[in-house]
């Protein structure tokens, strides 16, 4: 079983910056991708980001620019840098990876964009 331990978020300001990190209890090696998704009230879960071995990146166009998704395999972690975060970023975010047919999920981890 694996174990998505995700982590970083809080509340800021708009325009402000935040980091969150994904720690998995697996070698993320031979993981193609990994992802980042979010879920604000009322509405489904999104992608976000995603991020292959090669590191090859796909963002939504809503956070084209202002966020980076990035990943270490040598910790078995994955990142997503937020910048100019907007009110509208605000959700919980989860990370996420595919090992053959199994989806494994983070726990979540809130983010909230106000003044």
């Known amino acids: 079983q694996v174990q998505l331990v995700d982590a970083g978020g809080g509340k800021v300001q708009p325009g402000g910056p935040l980091g969150l990190s994904c720690v998995a209890s697996?070698?993320?090696?031979?993981?193609?991708?990994m992802g980042w998704y979010r879920q604000a009230p009322g509405k489904q879960r999104e992608l976000v980001a995603t991020?292959?071995?090669?590191?090859?990146?796909n963002y939504a166009d809503s956070v084209k620019g202002r966020f980076t998704i990035s990943r270490d395999n040598a910790k078995n972690t994955m990142y997503l840098e937020m910048n100019s975060l907007k009110p509208e970023d605000t959700a919980v975010y989860y990370c996420h990876l595919r090992i053959g047919l199994r989806h494994y999920w983070g726990q979540g981890t809130q983010v909230t964009v106000s003044s």
């Open positions: 991020i292959t071995t090669r590191a090859s990146t």
């Open positions: 697996t070698c993320t090696d031979n993981i193609h991708t």
